[in-house]
């Protein structure tokens, strides 16, 4: 008997390999016998060499990450639609693979008994599983590849990661950009900008029969050789070079090795004389390699659905991952990670608003807050962010802001895709509080600057590390301007901006011991944020506002540019810096080690250097913190 | 006959029997062993006493595992009939679903059941509205403990004054919320489905560490 949600199962199932193969018949009944299992992020689905359970997976939301036990290396990730844990079920031999929720997952897990019938009855069932065994991916889609036959590379496959790639057949557009012979190239020239791509093919009768690069652009037109008004057919690449469709990566590299070109052709059969597939650019491979900042950021800027965004973000998580193998400077690794993040989130703005209905009424900036607005944000921690818009007249306030708020919603939404956590304060642009014109926005700094209550301190300290990401600068200078105005009016607020950075428990006890939670859902773990991090954040940002400068945001060099103007203290600023830079690396690693936010260590976990260097930040906090406490005369406070 | 006297204990069903008779074991203290019933139902109206269920939906949730052939969905024959609430759920009063009577549907869903913690959002509406068609059959009241996905949800969020906290919170706030798909909204099975996914994600934010730390 089917039911609601056997029908909504089948109607997922229907749209991913192999179960796009079946009838709809079949394809019900077997949504009757799945079962729904709902995984939290770091819990093992199956483990290395454990022997196959009875059902297979299927990922209906989230990912799983497919690694090797005891290695932090991820092999392959599993997302939406994809299947896995499959091959061991049919060759009845224990799981290769540790699976793991990488976030939190729903899973379909659908019983073998009942599918193997069917697998073997279907024969494009039966195809897709032989092929897509052979290419040894988990990917379902993997049927462009053709490779070895069933099963008889797995034992040799030492599942190297460069193996794993290069047998994974490449990505490439198919969204082609394509010309008659007759164009002129200026209009290619345009169309070229335009699409934002570097080259454009020549076709006949849908038949390629040549390419234009930028190159030729450069060499023979820009040169002087032919007019702007010349036909594509003078200046083209001909006779043009092309590849079947299939390609692996390995395969692609050399191809545009050997000819020494930029771009490859790829036709249905590989022939001239067969329609044209797609383009495949040294771009495309370089994506596909993926650990270089350069090409990550590129593929941001090319990428026109917040899916593809999700996918290069795991490719930003390995190169952060290497940069601290590596051990990089935290402070350089720091500028490439948060300018990715950064251009990430410009991307979504930019997508986001090309889905609206209409053009945004007037002006507005999109603002980073909290850990992305300070450049600190290296994982992928809760978004913090804020509209300003320009000052409209009273009776356009609302539909202008209702604009915004549904902007703010849309972008949120789409940050949360690509896998930026919801604030649990809910302090976001698509909260009506946080989604102002400049002029109310004016209103409630002074407010809060004015009165500056607990709750008020809070905000403005989140609030005051705002970076632009998005729209125009002009509205937040003149924000920043009228923030400093008002501070210099109240130096009081210092006092209770000081009086805050002390609030947060201290990290170590009486003897040098690490104080650890007492309760609650992380009880006997060191919270690293709240008793090491935020201090020293929120020490820098009372400093650095009482010399009124805004335009410097990130911690470490708030430091820096602290001990430039204070020679005195120039020892313990520099002494701070580089504590915040070890906390955050600290924090980092801990992070990835177990895909969170790193927020919360497990001190038995850590080793005894480990601890030494944890300790001794402390101490550098501990003294910050004094200085602020006299320089701001916290004392007199009246608590 | 003096009239303070006990009452009679009424004669009851079975089936009836048969359910009070799960409630003599006490429930696992892991969570991971518990079961938990998601209903919810679609009625006429919010009146105990003028509305009617129309269908009952419900799955069994166990450490984390729906199993979909274990579900329940039930429609009900309808004699009381408000035009209004039908277009919102869709159900036509002879729509072609095979309906069952209320007395029949009440009895398996009280052999689907037992003695499991049930969790719905805004559960007492579903249970009311159930004691009350139990009620017009002459039998007592459910006995099983209850869970609201609103008011665990409410838990999750931060405890702070900056934070203003909205009153209510709707299935759809919370489908939002936890990026569940809505697409099943307005079918009781389907309501019942999202209200699971969203009593998974909120224990995950909660960590209780026994079932007394959620039914406090």
């Known amino acids: 008997m089917k039911n609601t949600i056997s029908e909504r199962i089948a109607d997922f199932l229907k749209s991913y390999p192999p179960f796009n193969a079946m009838e709809s018949k079949q394809l019900e009944q077997l949504s009757i016998e799945v079962t ?42 599993c997302d939406e639609g994809d299947v896995f844990g499959l091959r061991p079920l049919l060759a009845n031999e224990s799981y290769k693979l540790e699976a793991k929720a990488y976030e939190e997952t729903i899973l379909y897990a659908i019983p073998i008994k009942d599918f193997k019938p069917l697998a073997l ?32 590379n797995i034992d040799s496959n030492q599942y190297s990661s460069d193996k794993m790639l290069d047998l994974q057949p490449i990505k490439y557009s198919t969204k082609l950009i394509t010309c008659k012979e007759g164009t002129q190239v200026k209009t290619i020239a345009n169309k070229m900008t335009k699409h934002n791509v570097g080259c454009m093919l020549v076709v006949r009768e849908d038949l390629p029969v040549g390419i234009i690069t930028d190159k030729d652009i450069r060499k023979k037109v820009a040169t002087g050789l032919y007019p702007i008004t010349a036909s594509a057919q003078s200046i083209m690449s001909s006779p043009i070079i092309t590849y079947p469709k299939g390609l692996t990566l390995a395969q692609s590299q050399m191809a545009m090795m050997k000819s020494d070109i930029s771009h490859l052709v790829l036709t249905e059969d590989g022939t001239t004389d067969s329609k044209v597939a797609g383009i495949l650019s040294k771009h495309d491979i370089m994506v596909a390699v993926g650990n270089n900042p350069a090409v990550l950021l590129r593929a941001i800027k090319r990428a026109s659905k917040a899916k ?57 900036t999109w603002l980073s807050m909290g850990s992305q607005g300070r450049g600190e944000q290296l994982l992928n921690t809760d978004q913090d962010n804020a509209i300003i818009f320009e000052d409209v007249p009273k009776e356009n ?70 970076n632009v990401t998005f729209g125009d600068k002009a509205l937040a200078d ?86 430039e103007l204070e020679p005195n203290n120039k020892e313990l600023y520099l002494a701070c810096s580089y504590a915040s830079k070890a906390l955050l690396k600290f924090r980092t690693r801990q992070g990835l080690l177990h895909n969170d936010s790193g927020r919360y260590i497990a001190l038995d976990k850590l080793n005894k250097e480990e601890k030494i260097k944890l300790k001794r930040t402390f101490k550098t906090v501990k003294e910050i913190q004094s200085l602020i406490e006299v320089r701001f005369q916290v004392k007199n406070l009246l608590r | 006959m003096w009239p303070f006297s006990k009452k009679k204990p009424l004669e009851l069903p079975d089936f009836w029997r048969a359910y009070e008779e799960h409630f003599k074991e006490k429930l696992p203290e892991d969570i ?45 024959q309808q004699e009381h009939y408000d035009s209004e609430s039908a277009e919102i759920h869709g159900i036509l009063k002879k729509s072609k679903k095979n309906t069952i009577s209320e007395l029949e549907a009440l009895k398996q869903f009280l052999v689907y059941v037992k003695s499991y913690i049930l969790v719905g959002h805004h559960v007492m509406f579903d249970v009311n509205m159930i004691n009350a068609a139990l009620k017009r059959n002459g039998l007592p009241k459910l006995k099983n403990k209850t869970l609201d996905t609103e008011s665990l949800y409410i838990r999750t969020l931060l405890i702070s004054s900056v ?21 099943d909204r307005h079918t009781a099975l389907g309501d019942a489905f999202i209200t699971a996914i969203a009593f998974l994600r909120t224990i995950e934010k909660l960590k209780p560490q026994k079932i007394k730390d959620l039914l406090r």
């Open chain 1, 397 to 466: 306030l609302e539909v202008t802001r209702s604009y915004f708020l549904k902007l703010g919603e849309r972008i949120s939404k789409m940050l949360n895709t690509i896998g930026f956590e919801y604030c649990p304060a809910d302090m976001m642009a698509s909260n009506l509080s946080w989604c102002h014109s400049l002029s109310e926005w004016k209103d409630v700094t002074r407010h809060w600057i004015h009165n500056p209550g607990p709750d008020e301190i809070l905000l403005s300290s989140i609030f005051f590390d705002y």
């Open chain 2, 163 to 183: 934070v203003q906290k909205k009153e209510r919170y709707s299935l759809d706030d919370l489908a939002k919320k936890f990026s569940i798909s809505r697409k």
């Open chain 1, 36 to 77: 729904i299992i709902h995984k939290e992020t770091n819990t093992v689905v199956f483990s290395q060499g454990e022997s196959p359970h009875d059902n297979f997976y299927v990922v209906n939301k989230g990912a799983v990450a497919l690694s090797k036990s005891g290695s932090s290396q991820i092999l392959d990730i």
């Open chain 1, 121 to 152: 009855e279907n024969k494009r069932i039966g195809n897709f599983l032989i092929e897509s065994f052979a290419s040894n991916t988990g990917n379902p889609y993997s049927i462009k590849h053709r490779g070895k036959l069933y099963g008889d």
């Open chain 1, 478 to 563: 003149e924000l920043s301007q009228s923030i400093f105005d008002s501070v210099q009016g109240y130096p009081l607020f210092f006092t209770h901006l000081a009086s805050g950075a002390l609030q947060n428990p201290s990290p170590s006890g009486f003897f040098r011991d690490f104080l650890v939670e007492q309760d609650g859902e992380h009880k006997d773990f060191f919270d690293l944020k709240l008793r090491a991090l935020m201090p020293i954040i929120d020490a820098a940002r009372v400093l650095i506002l009482s010399h009124s400068i805004k335009s410097i945001n990130n911690t470490a060099e708030r430091y820096e540019k602290l001990a």
């Open chain 2, 32 to 76: 991971h062993e518990n079961i938990f019933v998601v209903l919810d139902t679609e009625t006429t109206g919010f009146s105990f006493t003028k509305d009617r269920m129309l269908c009952i939906g419900a799955l069994k949730l166990k450490d984390n595992n729906i199993v979909v052939k274990d579900t329940f969905e039930v429609y009900i």
């Open chain 1, 308 to 364: 593809r965004l999700r996918s290069i973000r795991h490719g930003i998580m390995n190169l952060l991952q290497g940069y601290l193998e590596q051990n990089i400077p935290l402070g350089l690794v720091s500028k490439i990670i948060s300018e990715l993040n950064d251009a990430s989130t410009k991307q979504v703005v930019k997508i986001a608003l090309s889905k609206m209905e209409k053009e945004p009424p007037v002006k507005f």
